[in-house]
Nanobody
Framework: QVQLVESGGGLVQPGGSLRLSCAAS????????VDWYRQAPGQERELVAVLPSGGDTFYAESVKGRFTASRDNVKNTVYLQMNSLKPEDTAVYYC???????????????WGQGTLVTVSS
């Protein structure tokens, strides 16, 4: 069974920063890539970043230059650093890591529970 804990959201003023964390655990499970999504009130879910196992990281145009996705393989955790936050960044943010699970005998992709980011003065 893969366990996923997403954290780091909160209230921040415009121009501030937050770092979201998405930590996975389970027997032999290791994250090799992650998608980051957000959903603002009354709006559709938006893909904001993709951190692949290799190659270039994707960022939505709306966050490019302000958000940075990264990983810590030792901690089996992925991060989304968010700088220069704007009110329009207000949303629930979700991680969706993917990795191979020896327990399941296949690749798994699991949604985080979401963490609320509110950018307001």
């Amino acid at each position: 069974q893969v366990q996923l804990v997403e954290s780091g959201g909160g209230l921040v003023q415009p121009g501030g920063s937050l770092r979201l964390s998405c930590a996975a655990s389970g027997s032999g499970f290791a994250i090799n890539s992650v998608d980051w999504y957000r959903q603002a009130p009354g709006q559709e879910r938006e893909l904001v970043a993709v951190l692949p196992s290799g190659g270039d990281t994707f960022y939505a145009e709306s966050v490019k230059g302000r958000f940075t996705a990264s990983r810590d393989n030792v901690k089996n955790t992925v991060y989304l650093q968010m700088n220069s936050l704007k009110p329009e960044d207000t949303a629930v943010y979700y991680c969706k890591p993917k990795g191979y699970s020896p327990e399941a005998g296949r690749s798994l992709e699991v949604w985080g529970q979401g963490t609320l980011v509110t950018v307001s003065s």
